[in-house]
């Protein structure tokens, strides 16, 4: 789930309906901040690196307060759960959020010809110490220690859940959520599902049927070029176009041949985990 499922309520509700999840999580919340400084020193060590979605990852176990209200008994019922929380670090998002920062920041100088925007109001409350002198007019001074609180922790992020599983493991599951929100954007567009234009019960659920297949078909094929890195160098529509082309000759009295196969297209098919086709 996305973190803007996130919430106290929310994740009570899942726990008391007995239900396992797995949620992204803002990592200004002050629990999730707190977990992550007691491993912050030795976060980013080799034995926690990934080579294969270059990133550190960590996992913490703690302590979710639960709290459910009986209306039978007019109180509140309270308990410790287990959950884990996975801590991920990316050099590069780490790279582009700092950027962004400091983007910002050289916005908000403009206090220093007076010129003070509303909408920048709390970033010159928090980052920046201003003095006005009759002589000097205004003078501008960063608080390096906001500053340095705020870019501690650029370029983590983090997943919450009350199952157990490994960091990377649980990484892996949350961002095949992509391929399920996908899924129902090419029934809609690439399958032509946007509206079912049929006549009678019958027909759709015929249609209903087919799409359904096809789409077990593009999930899959996605799946794939996530898992073999196919993503690379090619798109989803780049693949079909790739194998649209290979030709398909028959002829009376004679068996269906396949026109000659080119190395990349070979390289799809292995890719996938599909025996490329041959003339019978």
Request: hydrophobic residues 35%; charged residues 30%; contains cysteine.
């Amino acid at each position: 789930m996305d973190r803007g499922f996130y919430s106290q309520e929310n994740i009570n509700a899942l726990l008391k309906n007995h239900l396992k999840f797995l949620v992204s999580v803002k990592m200004s919340l002050t629990f999730v901040r707190k977990e992550l400084d007691a491993i912050y020193d030795g976060f980013r060590s080799f034995e926690h690196y990934s080579e294969k979605y270059e990133l550190y990852a960590r996992t913490v176990r703690t302590t979710w307060h639960y709290a459910s209200k009986r209306p039978y008994k007019g109180d509140a019922l309270t308990q410790s759960r287990r959950m884990y929380i996975h801590f991920y670090y990316n050099i590069d998002r780490a790279a582009e959020d700092e950027k962004a920062f400091d983007r910002k920041l050289i916005t908000c100088v403009v206090i220093g010809s007076g010129k003070r925007l509303p909408e920048h109001e709390k970033q010159y409350q928090t980052y920046f110490e201003t003095k006005t002198t009759p002589k000097r007019g205004t003078k501008v001074t960063v608080k390096e220690e906001a500053v340095n609180k705020a870019k501690r922790y650029f370029g983590y992020f983090a997943l919450m859940t009350n199952e157990t599983m490994g960091a990377i493991a649980a990484l892996e599951l949350y961002r095949n959520k992509d391929v399920v929100e996908k899924a129902f954007g090419n029934l809609k567009e690439r399958l032509n599902m946007r509206r079912t234009l049929v006549s009678s019960e019958q027909s759709l659920d015929g249609k209903l049927f087919v799409e359904f297949v096809a789409l077990i078909y593009l999930s899959y094929i996605k799946k794939q070029m996530q898992d073999t890195d196919l993503l690379k160098k090619y798109t989803l529509q780049s693949v079909l176009d790739q194998l649209d082309v290979i030709e398909y000759f028959e002829a009376p009295g004679k068996e269906p041949r396949i026109g000659e196969l080119l190395s990349k297209q070979k390289e799809i098919y292995g890719k996938l985990g599909v025996t490329p086709p041959t003339s019978l």
